[in-house]
């Protein structure tokens, strides 16, 4: 009855409707808050991430909440806009009488701020960030992904590619690790590495991706190729090349990351770094659970860090991911 009450995948469709008729006719109701108030707990977990309305983060959020749902857990999402002082807020709003751990997708926060909370809550970290190296976290290995998105592009003829949201190098966030394995891409081959062409987003939403698209292709060596470090931007770029009647990808093309269901529906069909986004969700809530377990049996990375911080127990999961050629990057019109 518990694999069926927590929606667990390894049961027959004739075994799940046989239990859930049983249910239907007992009106049994599992009582999660007395379960979780015996082990000490909530049953709440926290889920911090910029926007929502990036659909990267929505379908991440969504499959997040249907991962807890299995071990039943109930999920509370934060929205911080990438604002430092909303990404401390949230995390000072939390205590641990009110959720059992958070999952975390910071990036405007530094080391210290986030230090601060480590002996307060489990925290799995979402994504590359700084602070990514002295806490758990769960991610894709940006570099290779990107490397390997710029590859695809050299092998269809493009020979000047521009990034969209790159940054130069410094601290570890994803900009700045996919902007590294464009840059070994480019000098992988022997060519040239321009930062003119490497030009930074503010707010990784479609209206950025449009204007930088808009100004290279309007510039005096306009590229023959987008890297994109998100789906919004590849899009908005998309549209602003139409607009000035640029083919896609017959003169420009235009690869995107993250795999939003928007692409797969645009015209062109953008092209994507698509990460296993189920397979994060999956790792990200099972770490944290299992920290909340090991905190509560007072064996977590976060008691270790209090009485010896100089030697945290950090983990460290990199998943998968898969180039998605569509139509927005294919051969050179």
């Known amino acids: 009855m518990s694999n069926v009450i927590n929606d667990h995948p390894n049961i027959s469709p004739r075994t799940r409707a046989a239990v859930e008729e049983a249910i239907a006719a007992l009106g049994y109701r599992v009582n999660l ?6 082990r000490g707990e909530s049953g709440v977990i926290a889920l911090i991430v910029p926007e929502l ?16 749902k299995r071990h039943s857990r109930t999920v509370l999402v934060h929205q911080t806009e990438a604002r430092r002082e909303r990404e401390m807020a949230a995390l000072d709003g939390f205590g641990t009488d009110f959720v059992d751990g958070v999952l975390f997708n910071p990036l405007a926060m530094d080391d210290d701020d986030l230090d ?4 307060r809550l489990p925290v799995v970290l979402l994504g590359e960030t700084p602070q990514a190296g002295r806490h758990h976290h769960v991610t894709i290995d940006n570099v290779r992904a990107a490397r390997e998105a710029t590859d695809h592009l050299l092998d269809s003829g493009r020979t000047r590619i521009a990034v969209i949201g790159g940054r130069p190098p410094g601290p570890t966030g994803t900009a700045e690790l996919r902007a590294q394995g464009y840059r070994e891409a480019l000098e992988a081959r022997g060519l040239e590495y321009d930062p003119a062409l490497v030009r930074p987003a503010r707010h990784f939403h479609w209206q950025d991706g449009a204007d930088l698209a808009a100004e290279l292709v309007n510039g ?6 987008l890297l994109c470090l998100n789906d919004p931007l590849a899009l908005g770029a998309v549209r602003a090349l139409y607009d000035a009647g640029v083919g896609v990808p017959g003169d420009v093309a235009v690869v995107g990351f993250d795999d939003i269901a928007l692409g797969r529906y645009s015209v062109p069909s953008l092209t994507t770094v698509s990460p296993d986004k189920p397979g994060l969700a999956r790792a990200a809530v099972e770490l944290l659970i ?20 100089q030697a945290p127990v950090v983990k460290e999961i990199v998943i998968g991911h898969t180039l998605l050629v569509r139509e927005s990057s294919g051969p050179k019109g």
């Open 33 to 38: 808050a007395g379960r979780h108030l015996r």
């Open 220 to 225: 005096p060596r306009p590229p023959d190729a």
């Open 116 to 119: 601060a909370h480590r002996t």
């Open 290 to 309: 299992a920290e909340i377990e090991a905190r509560r049996s007072g064996q977590g990375a976060t008691e270790e860090a209090a009485a010896e911080p």
């Open 53 to 68: 309305d990036l659909g990267y983060f929505a379908e991440l959020s969504d499959l997040i909440i249907r991962e807890a």
